[in-house]
């Protein structure tokens, strides 16, 4: 095989693993349109808050706002959104915002020493925050802002000062429960967590604060991450954000669609060595990577690609000019700890209550999905069956016995749940079959 045949000059790359928005257009990737959500994302509540699995998007999207609100990317309109939906239909508010992205995946330390993380990152961002906006805010920000102590004072100073300044902040906050898998690992973590949600905690006066921003010059949030329950925890801190994670209008908003993939083939197909045709392409992927419905009224009529998924998946094939030997990037897989924290905590409903085994053993399970529930009542069956929902092991599927019914979306879960499954009992001989028995996962 040659490598230089699968070298094309001017052909759009792929943006696997990237969040920059801005880069993604400057740079000629290929990037699905998701401006369309836009106009819809003014019309709904102010304070937005949405909840996807890893590797969903979440931090492109957040990116595609930032870039589209800020005040400062004003003469760069054209360049990053020209030939896209909302660069042929912007809405008024573009542009006008000054933005503050904080982004909680980066905060070191443990529930029990977090503080000093979470100041830091802050600490930095604010500080950015000022130098990117000087030439809008009163001429001694800089200097006032550095006898400011900690996160908490630091974000009251900066949204007061812009209330002063007559300037409106959007605040994004990507991964806000970055403690979740902490917080169930084991009982002292909830314990720790309970102490820190509940109370007079510093994560708890962080978003007491926020809340008091909107009242002055934080006019818009949007904060995302994988699980509703650590907001639910902080509701008195912060319980005037709307969770739109379980509606219609926004199911496509992250992910990819059906129509999307074969579109992003087609366009490859035209400039690459292609061994297939699009339509075998789908038949590949689909069973992998499709079936994620993300609200109940969208049953049935659109299901959403894991758009990390897809990615990894066409770059190999055009990078290689074949399928990729692992239908599973390794960057994707189910974390085995949070599988065996997930595992424990089925453990503690009763026999013949385990909501996994249910699952293994008939091939589905029912619930109501919770928009939000507290982390100390996880082992109520339906938070547990909301919580495997957000995490990406479970879909919709449509109503059974007049609850919601949920199976595992495809392949790649599959394979990550059965795979720990069987190795932890023992069972080897069941790796061929789609969905092992119930007796195959008694010891679960």
């Given at each position: ?178 403690f979740t898998n902490t917080i169930l690992s084991s009982p002292e973590s909830l314990c720790r967590y309970t102490d820190e949600a509940h109370g007079e905690s510093y994560l708890q006066n962080l978003f007491i604060k926020v809340k008091a921003g909107t009242y002055s010059s934080i006019e818009r949030c949007f904060i995302t991450g994988v699980s509703p329950m650590i907001m639910y925890d902080l509701a008195s801190g912060f319980n005037i954000g709307t969770n739109y994670s379980l509606t219609p209008d926004f199911n496509q908003i992250m992910g990819f669609t059906e129509e ?185």
């Amino acid at each position: 095989m040659d490598p230089l045949e699968y070298i094309v000059p001017n052909r759009k790359r792929l943006p696997y693993g990237m969040m920059n928005f801005a880069v993604i257009r400057r740079e000629n990737y290929y990037y699905v349109d998701k401006t369309r959500f836009i106009p819809l994302l003014e019309q709904a509540d102010r304070f937005f808050f949405f909840i996807r699995p890893r590797r969903f998007g979440k931090s492109l999207t957040l990116s595609l706002l930032q870039h589209y609100y800020d005040v400062n990317t004003r003469d760069k309109f054209d360049d990053l959104f020209g030939g896209l939906y909302i660069g042929e239909h912007p809405t008024p508010d573009r542009n006008s915002y000054l933005v503050l992205y904080l982004n909680f995946s980066g905060i070191s330390g443990e529930l029990n020493d977090y503080r000093k993380g979470l100041d830091e990152h802050c600490g930095t961002t604010i500080e950015s925050f000022c130098k990117k906006y000087a030439d809008l805010l009163p001429p001694d920000t800089w200097e006032e802002l550095h006898t400011k102590s900690g996160a908490v004072a630091q974000l009251e100073f900066i949204y007061q000062t812009c209330e002063r300044a007559g300037q409106k902040i959007y605040l994004f906050i990507d991964e806000y429960d970055h403690f979740t898998n902490t917080i169930l690992s084991s009982p002292e973590s909830l314990c720790r967590y309970t102490d820190e949600a509940h109370g007079e905690s510093y994560l708890q006066n962080l978003f007491i604060k926020v809340k008091a921003g909107t009242y002055s010059s934080i006019e818009r949030c949007f904060i995302t991450g994988v699980s509703p329950m650590i907001m639910y925890d902080l509701a008195s801190g912060f319980n005037i954000g709307t969770n739109y994670s379980l509606t219609p209008d926004f199911n496509q908003i992250m992910g990819f669609t059906e129509e999307e993939v074969r579109e992003m083939l087609t366009y490859y197909s035209t400039n690459s060595p292609f061994r297939h045709t699009v339509d075998e392409l789908i038949e590949m992927m689909k069973p992998w990577y499709d079936n994620y419905c993300f609200a109940q009224d969208c049953y049935g009529e659109t299901t959403m690609y894991n758009s990390n998924m897809v990615l990894y998946f066409v770059k190999n094939y055009i990078d290689n000019g074949k399928v990729p030997e692992s239908m599973i990037e390794s960057n994707i897989r189910i974390d085995y700890e949070k599988l065996r924290m997930l595992i424990r905590k089925d453990k503690e409903f009763a026999h013949d209550a385990s909501i996994i085994q249910t699952l293994v053993s008939q091939g589905f399970i029912t619930g109501d999905l919770k928009d939000g529930f507290p982390a100390a009542s996880i082992t109520n069956p339906d938070n547990f069956v909301s919580l495997l929902y957000y995490f990406g092991m479970l879909t919709i599927s449509g109503m059974h016995e007049g609850k919601t019914k949920l199976t595992i979306p495809n392949m790649v879960v599959q394979e990550q749940l059965y795979t720990y499954l069987l190795r932890r009992h023992g069972h080897r001989e069941t790796c061929h079959r789609p969905y092992p028995t119930a007796q195959d996962c008694s010891g679960i």
